[in-house]
């Protein structure tokens, strides 16, 4: 919980790729609240129905050398099945996204037109328009027949050519993207074809680290690790916008859009709201102060807490001295109506109004939400610090003899399933933004509204745990994990 303060006067690795690279242990910071996901469970233990985690999902971590064999097992498999080369297999693979299932049904209906899809056969009309030629159709040089080179297309180009064509764009990061140098023809280049055109080992290790990054991302169970410098990659069964996280550099994310994790906004919605933070940055300006007027004796304040349920240093001794952060309400009043402060009341007569009033509207609405979406962000922030407060206060503890570690970890998961529980609230703010009006968005800002009440006890719990007993701390952490989990199941991407 927080208290008022008086202030009167974050492409991706493919540079940093090492083929050879293998997983290296790495000490965790036993002081960092990143890994709030961690070592809380027994803590909250859930019974029947509230077992369920929504967030629950299967994923390894493979290194390069295993997901390189993961790859080639697949390739092999297919290339001998559809009785093409292993390169063109695997560009086969790379335009159906790996799904082998899915390629074996088209090549049992229709062969040819999978090999025409995959991009490395031409359609016979198109390759019925080829003329046999000496000509480079790039330098219109006389080229001896032996210096010829072309795909399937039967497009001929010199050899000179093929290699500037494939040095220039592989320089540019390019690695499936090779193509045929004719107009209008869309066929991919095998890298068996590429690699001999290549004019030196430097510019070939490249062409590997960008083929492999092309296959994993085409990969429909893949996705390379965003962490910087790390050759890692996650696989899962089934691919959804879930929480993973690195064994190597501890990296979380979605497993879908490689973002921050965001539950329980899906990703097109929040690659919108970041854009619109982006985009309205400077509209939003004053909120970055993160400092409000006291309503009750105006003086400006900032708060040093995570939590909202406030009270000024010049007011400690009054009668009514707490208030609402968020609303700047008595805090009395959000026993019962805590959701009103953050649920956002519509005008439901603004079509009504002038093109001017509208925009207005507009504004306050994304200001009312942005608001919300930085204030939980710095309240993370400073439960952070809060955090790292209570790690030295077990340190000194045990120092002293009052105790083990073990005995007072719960005080540590306490303020790591803070920060979880934040973390989503937080992540409830541009979902909520983006709902159309409803029942579904009344049950879901009544849901937000629990949590988020739930999270306010919690936190003002944790930032004074030595004046609560542990059952107390504990049955209210349950209570805080069993409404987020209550939230995503209901309103969770599946």
Known sequence: MSVDMNSQGSDSNEEDYDPNCEEEEEDEDPGDIEDYYDGVANDVEQQGADAFDPEEYQFTCLTYKESESTLNEHMASLAATLKVSHAVAKLVLVSFHWQISEILERHKSNAAQLLVEARVQPTSSKHAMVHSSHHCAVCMQFVRKENLLSLACQHQFCRSCWEQH???LVKDGVGVGVSCMAQDCLLRTPEDFVFPLLPSEELK????????????????QLQLCPGADCPMVIQVQEPKARRVQCNRCNEVFCFKCRQMYHAPTDCATIRKWLTKCADDSETANYISAHTKDCPKCNI??????GCNHMVSNSLKMSDLPYFCWMCLGDWKTHGSEYYECSRYKENPDIVNQSQQAQAREALKKYLFYFERWENHNKSLQLEAQTY?????????????????WIDWQYLQNAAKLLAKCRYTLQYTY???YYMESGPRKKLFEYQQAQLEAEIENLSWKVERADSYDRGDLENQMHIAEQRRRTLLKDFHDT
Do not use: W
């Open 430 to 432: 541009p979902y909520a």
């Open 166 to 168: 494939c040095t220039v």
């Open 205 to 220: 290790d490249k062409y590997r680290r960008y083929l492999f990054r092309d296959y994993v991302e085409s990969h429909y």
């Open 300 to 305: 400006c304040i900032e708060k040093n807490g």
């Open 388 to 404: 790292q407060r209570i790690q030295e206060k077990i340190q000194e503890r045990v120092m002293n003899n009052l105790g083990t």
